[in-house]
């Protein structure tokens, strides 16, 4: 007998729920659940709300791969970024001392952290691969502060559902809910393979995303954003007017 695929199993469940208690009422079901990604149309829209739904409800607790030190990769490759600012130069030049890390939105206690406030925050260290939708992967150490301790910080107000991150490059933004901004394996990273972050690889502070696909792991992290929705927080965050064809939730 073929075993039944995971995808199947959750079809067929969500199908069954359908029959049994209405489109209607299953669609509120699934919804209240937090099963509706925000960039899909709603329940029964394409592929992505299956994904997210199959994952929310298999995968809530699961973990990235974690790989031995010798599988670190050995020229590990960044992929290219858009030119620095001169604001970044400038904090380049000083070494990244004023690097500043700002919380705010549907949170008790704004926050503003430096990187040393985070380095003295418990620490993580993860040996993780980052793989791109393009194809290509790498795996390094990744050293960093678990998010869930700087959210432990600010407070997320009961209502917060999504987590938005930004860079100091604008092109460069993303969000995830809360179930994966408080996940242990995701971190604000500013350490690789025993050193400080490079900047190729989003030194000086990287949000690193293991269970998601690399576009998730934005580079030059300098704000976070809680809130109840993602509508109004910008261009990318839209429901289907987003920059490009990627698809909100990229969990591998
Ligand atoms: N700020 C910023 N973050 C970014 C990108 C970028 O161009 N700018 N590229 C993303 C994409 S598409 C991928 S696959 C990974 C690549 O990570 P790497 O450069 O460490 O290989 O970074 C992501 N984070
Ligand atoms: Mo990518």
Redesign the pocket.
């Known amino acids: 007998m073929k075993p039944i695929s995971r995808r199947k199993l959750i079809t067929g469940g969500l199908a069954t729920t359908a029959g049994l208690v209405g489109v209607g009422a299953a669609a509120t079901l699934i919804r209240r659940a937090g099963l509706v990604p925000p960039d899909c149309r709603g329940p029964y829209g394409p592929g992505e709300t299956l994904t997210y739904a199959a994952q929310r409800i298999l995968t809530r607790h699961s973990m990235a791969r974690e790989f031995s030190r010798d599988m670190i990769s050995k020229t590990p490759?960044?992929?290219e970024?858009?030119p620095p600012t001169d604001l970044f130069k400038a904090h380049q030049e000083k070494g990244f001392s004023d690097w500043r890390l700002t919380v705010g939105g549907m949170v008790a206690r704004p926050g503003s952290f430096s990187l040393s406030d985070l380095k003295s925050m418990p620490m993580r260290s993860q040996i993780t691969e980052?793989a791109?939708e393009e194809g290509w992967s790498y795996i390094a150490e990744w050293i960093g502060t678990p998010l869930y301790e700087v959210l432990h910080e600010v407070g997320p107000l009961s209502e917060a559902k999504y987590l938005a991150y930004f860079?100091t490059?604008p092109n460069?933004w993303e969000s995830i809910d809360l179930t994966d901004a408080m996940h242990p394996q995701t971190c604000l990273t500013w350490g690789m393979n025993d050193g400080d972050l490079p900047v190729p690889?989003?030194g000086p502070l990287r949000m690193r995303i293991p269970r998601q696909l690399?576009?998730k792991?934005?580079?030059?992290i300098t704000h976070i954003e809680l809130a109840d929705t993602l509508k109004g927080l910008g261009k990318r965050l839209g429901y289907i007017e987003q920059d490009y064809a990627y698809s909100w939730y990229a969990g591998m």
């Open positions: 490759f960044a992929n970024i858009a980052v791109c860079s490059d460069w690889f989003g690399g576009y792991s934005v580079k030059f």
